[in-house]
């Protein structure tokens, strides 16, 4: 999600993405609000790489904290570190599905996640 | 009865075809739809916006569906669980299962047309219903 003014805020369209605003719409029309859905195109380009660069660097900030957690769990005792890399794992799944722009940062973040899994099955 | 539906069916609307041929009304035909506008006046929408038959607070459409129809079987609810993580993973059930079968069913509507994914799909659930109703029997799982 990219945050462009106050209030205003800019997400990829694709069909998930699409589906749960619509959800939400029909929730504040329920609700006996007024809510409809807009999609919107930037007229220039330079603009929307802009963008995508937020979106990506957001996500990169959640990869490289996956990237060190995982260095760091190395170090762990066995069940320490098969803890962190059942709850790692489940959070690259997080990040990954909401990583539109996948920037240089999801494959260190990926190979980071492997490397401790080969630790913890080399220990085991 | 005739139902609509969403056009590019993905797990919820698949796993509410399911539930609607096999345990509230077997002669089902389903068409499918860009817009709301487009359903026939004789069909009744589901998981589409403006539908009763749709998501509702934090449900999926098919624990929608198992409310309205008053289906209590435990395994039906076991399955909303998966169906409602695939759907929408918001971890608020635990369901490992949720994942495998959203990719399952995303890559079925990549290369098949929605009747299709349907037929496809049945099995699918079929044999998902059957393997959580011997979970439920032993109370473990099944080998």
């Known amino acids: ?124 | 009865m005739i139902w609509a539906t969403r056009t590019s069916v993905h797990i919820d609307r698949a796993a509410c075809a399911w539930l609607i041929r096999r345990f509230i009304d077997p002669d089902a035909s389903f068409v499918f739809v860009d817009d709301a506008a487009e359903v026939p006046a004789e069909a009744t929408p589901f998981d589409m916006r403006g539908a009763e038959l749709s998501h509702h607070g934090d449900d999926c459409t098919f624990e929608t569906m198992l409310e309205r129809y008053n289906l209590a079987d435990p395994v039906l609810w076991d399955i909303a669980r998966i169906v409602h993580e695939a759907d929408l993973a918001d971890e608020r059930y635990d369901a490992p299962e949720a994942p495998g079968l959203d990719v399952l069913l995303r890559g079925l509507s990549m290369i098949r047309g929605d009747e299709e994914v349907l037929a496809i799909s049945r099995p699918i659930f079929d044999g998902l219903y059957e393997y959580r109703s011997r979970t439920t029997l032993l109370g473990r799982e099944p080998s």
């Not at chain 1, 409809?36 to 937020?54: F, K, P, Q, V, Y």
């Not at chain 1, 990169?60 to 170090?75: G, I, N, P, S």
């Not at chain 1, 997080?94 to 899994?117: C, G, I, K, M, T």
């Open chain 1, 1 to 124: 999600m990219a945050q462009l003014l106050d209030g205003l805020v800019a997400l990829p369209l694709d069909a998930r993405n699409r589906e749960q605003l619509e959800w939400v719409a029909d929730d504040i029309a329920d609700a006996g609000g007024e809510a409809t859905m807009w999609i919107g195109h930037l007229a220039s380009r330079t603009e929307e790489l802009s963008i995508i660069n937020d979106l990506a660097e957001a996500v990169a900030v959640e990869y490289r904290k996956l990237v060190a957690e995982a260095l760091a769990a190395c170090d762990l005792e066995d069940v320490g570190r098969r803890r962190t890399l059942g709850r790692l794992r489940r959070e690259l799944r997080r990040v990954r599905q909401r990583d539109y722009f996948p920037p240089p940062e999801a494959q260190q973040a990926r190979v980071a996640v492997e490397s401790l899994a080969k630790v913890a099955e080399v220990s085991a």
